[in-house]
C-alpha cells in the first residue's frame, strides 16, 4: 500500500474517530469552561451531530428570510477576512488597519435579535462573531503586549503576562448578552453541529485556518465539511508516526 492511500486511511479514520467521541465530550451548558489547553485541537467539548442537515439551508421561507436580513451586514467583515488571511496564517499588521470594520459589525453582534433566526444562519452568525472577536482581542492583547513593545508568543501567553485569560474573559456582546469566547462557542456547540469546531479561529498555529471570506448560511452545510477535511489532511489535524 502506497504512503498516500495510508495518509488517507489515517485522515478517514481521524475524521471517524473524531465525530465519534463528540458524543464523549459534550458540554452539559453553555457557560461550561474549554479545556486548560485550548488551542489543540481535540480537547474540545462537541455536542452529537443531529441526523440530517440544519435546518433553514435553502428555505425560501418569507420569515426566515427577514429574519437573516434583520442580522448585521456580514460581507464588510468578510472582505477584511478577504485581505488579512494568507493561506492558513493571518496578517495581523493588516487587522490592525481594519479595527474600525471588525468593530463596527461587532457592534452589530452586539444587538443582533436572535429570536427569529434559523439554525443555519444562527450558526454562521455565531462564527463569525466568534473570529471577528479572536481577531480583536488579539490585537488589543497580544501585538506589542510583550517586554520592550514585542508581540506576546500567543493566545495563551496572555493569562501569564497580564492576568487576562483570553477565552473564558466575557468579552464579546452577542444579541445582548455579555459572553466569553468560550460561552460563544457553546451556543454554537448546541446547534448540534460538531463541524463548528472547524470553524472557529483560536488564533493558534494548531487551530483550524481562518476562513478568507465570512461564513454563510446558504453555504454552511458545504463550507463546514470542506474546513472539516481540510484541517484532519493537515499536519495538525492528522499525522503518521512511525512505529506507531
Same mark, same amino acid.
Not at 429570536?115 to 466568534?130: E, M, P, R, W
Not at 496572555?158 to 473564558?168: L, R, Y
Given at each position: ?8 486511511l489515517?485522515v478517514? !479514520?481521524?475524521?471517524i474517530?473524531?465525530?465519534?467521541s463528540?458524543?464523549? %465530550?459534550?458540554m452539559?451548558?453553555?457557560?461550561e ?7 489543540s485541537? &481535540?480537547?474540545?467539548?462537541l ?8 435546518? =433553514?439551508? %435553502? ?6 428570510l427577514a429574519?437573516?436580513?434583520a442580522?448585521?451586514?456580514v +460581507?464588510p ?9 494568507? &493561506? ?9 488597519m481594519?479595527?474600525? /470594520?471588525?468593530? +463596527?459589525?461587532?457592534?452589530?453582534? !452586539?444587538?443582533?435579535? @436572535? ?7 444562527? @450558526?454562521?452568525?455565531?462564527?463569525n462573531?466568534?473570529?471577528a ?6 490585537? +488589543? %492583547?497580544?501585538?506589542?503586549? =510583550?517586554? &520592550?513593545?514585542?508581540?506576546l ?13 483570553f477565552?473564558k ?5 452577542v =444579541?445582548?448578552d @455579555?459572553?466569553s ?6 451556543? =454554537? ?12 479561529n ?7 485556518? @481562518?476562513?478568507?471570506? !465570512? ?11 470542506t474546513? /472539516? ?16
Amino acid at each position: 500500500m502506497s504512503i498516500r492511500s495510508i495518509a488517507s486511511l489515517a485522515v478517514a !479514520a481521524a475524521s471517524i474517530m473524531l465525530l465519534a467521541s463528540c458524543t464523549d %465530550h459534550a458540554m452539559s451548558s453553555e457557560t461550561e469552561q474549554g479545556a486548560s489547553s485550548r488551542p489543540s485541537a &481535540g480537547n474540545r467539548g462537541l455536542t452529537s451531530r443531529p441526523s440530517g442537515p440544519l435546518p =433553514g439551508k %435553502h428555505s425560501n421561507d418569507k420569515a426566515i428570510l427577514a429574519a437573516r436580513g434583520a442580522l448585521p451586514e456580514v +460581507e464588510p467583515f468578510g472582505k477584511v477576512l478577504g485581505r488579512v488571511v494568507k &493561506g492558513s496564517r493571518v496578517d495581523y499588521a493588516a487587522v490592525v488597519m481594519e479595527r474600525a /470594520t471588525i468593530d +463596527e459589525f461587532l457592534a452589530g453582534v !452586539a444587538k443582533a435579535d @436572535l429570536s427569529k433566526v434559523d439554525a443555519h444562519a444562527k @450558526l454562521a452568525f455565531y462564527i463569525n462573531a466568534y473570529n471577528a472577536k479572536t481577531l480583536a482581542l488579539v490585537v +488589543e %492583547h497580544v501585538l506589542g503586549r =510583550g517586554k &520592550g513593545g514585542a508581540d506576546l508568543a500567543g493566545v495563551l501567553e496572555v493569562k501569564k503576562a497580564k492576568g487576562f485569560d483570553f477565552f473564558k474573559e466575557k468579552t464579546v456582546i452577542v =444579541g445582548g448578552d @455579555l459572553l466569553s469566547l468560550d460561552e460563544l462557542e457553546g451556543r =454554537g456547540r448546541k446547534l448540534g453541529d460538531p463541524r463548528i469546531h472547524f470553524a472557529v479561529n483560536c488564533a493558534s498555529v494548531s487551530c483550524p485556518a @481562518l476562513l478568507n471570506r !465570512a461564513w454563510k448560511p446558504e453555504t454552511l452545510d458545504a463550507d463546514l465539511t470542506t474546513a /472539516t477535511k481540510t484541517y484532519l489532511a493537515s499536519e495538525h489535524g492528522s499525522r503518521i508516526i512511525d512505529g506507531l
